[in-house]
């Protein structure tokens, strides 16, 4: 049973930082394609950094050079580092992990096949 619980969201002005956690359990957890997306109300979802299985990092263009992923393999857990925030990243924030696919991308974690419960994000101005 493969299980992602994330945490670390919260409300912040504009310009603020946030850190999010995805503690992983129930798998081999480097050997997925893992990432995370968002989801503001009446949006769809969008991906916003993946992560490959020997750790390279895409980042969707709205959040490069504000956003930073790292993994702990040790601990099995995925942080998303996320600075000078602005109201357009409210969101709902997921964690996302996919075992099967031959192709790590932004549409894969968007699409995959496991992600936790989310945590909000949400920037005031």
């Known amino acids: 049973q493969v299980t992602l619980v994330e945490s670390g969201g919260g409300s912040v002005q504009s310009g603020g930082t946030l850190r999010l956690s995805c503690a992983a359990s129930g798998y081999t957890y480097s050997s997925f394609c893992m990432g995370w997306f968002r989801q503001a109300p009446g949006k769809e979802r969008e991906g916003v950094v993946y992560i490959t299985r020997v750790g390279t990092m895409r980042y969707v263009d709205s959040v490069k050079g504000r956003f930073t992923a790292s993994r702990d393999d040790a601990k099995k857990t995925l942080y998303l580092q996320m600075n000078s925030l602005k109201p357009d990243d409210t969101a709902m924030y997921y964690c996302?992990?996919?075992?099967?696919?031959?192709?790590?991308?932004?549409?894969?974690?968007?699409?995959?096949?496991?992600r936790g419960q989310g945590t909000q994000v949400t920037v005031s101005s």
């Open positions: 996302a992990a996919d075992p099967g696919s031959r192709v790590c991308s932004l549409s894969t974690v968007v699409n995959s096949q496991y």
